[in-house]
């Protein structure tokens, strides 16, 4: 194990842009794959929330079912990044919006060659600004002719989210949602969404208002519901909820995404209890102690549907 000063220097480095190779190798690995392999993106941060690099494979372990497996698939860090911005321009986001614009802005300064992006964003009706693209300026572009108005339809920006991702070239595909408020136009549930998120292997990170999000801030039952439907499946895809206190805290949080996303390690194994059938199979990712860092939080999806690999 690396000593705690040589994986903050490891991180540096990586987080400057030498990960051009791993995400060559990972972009072999998307298409020489085989079908059978299941793929799992972790993100390591410390007891300050920041990620950790420079661990390697022995210090994973990965069960499939309760059931130890072995990692055939290893990478670490910088490799290229498919990320959907979904921008909430409802009435209620006016005040919001130009920290929201910067904050994307702010995410896009690091890219990387093969890196892609989208824009999509709602009100009551659901906008792709920019389709796939490597070219961070016109996201940039497409986002600072936002205006906000009109009412929410939030699950709807996130199924057309999930449709565009299935076009995206790189392994690492991330959904961000920048909001300020709940839904209130969506023809799709809060279940429908969940139901296809798990089936996409797709990491969402929700940047929503803390009142508007809190399950205490709503008096009934069925509100609680969905937003504690929603909260629970950003956790179950390996992404992270934030609740900035104000529209200059997006930058900061975005930022934050941005060097976890370049951080992740990515695994691969071949079930060695395979099944037939398309019930949803558990993960659990565990590391193995480690002397330099005692106390490690892990993210990464909880599990997938066999039959939708």
Known sequence: MLPTWMLTCLSLLMMAGGGYGAAEDERSAHFSARRDMVLVRATVTDMLGQPIVGLNRQDFRIFDNQIEQDIEHFTSGGAAISVGFILDTSGSMELALPGARRAIGQFLQDSHPLDEYFLIAFNDRIRLLEDLTSLPQEIVSQAAVTSASGQTALFDALYLGLEKMRQANN?????????????????????????????????????????????????????????????????????????PRSPSQLEYFCSLIHQELRSQYLLGYTPSNPSSDSKWRKIKLQLRPLESFPRLSLRYKRGYFPSLR
């Open 171 to 243: 392994l690492r595909k991330t959904l961000i949602v920048i909001t300020d408020t709940e839904d209130n136009f969506s023809r799709y549930t809060p279940g429908e969404i969940r139901e296809f998120l798990l089936e996409s292997d797709v990491q969402l990170y929700l940047l929503g208002e803390r009142r508007a999000l809190s399950l205490e801030a709503y008096d009934t039952p069925w509100k609680a519901l969905v937003k504690r439907l929603l909260l629970e499946t950003v956790q179950q895809s390996g992404g992270r909820s934030f609740f």
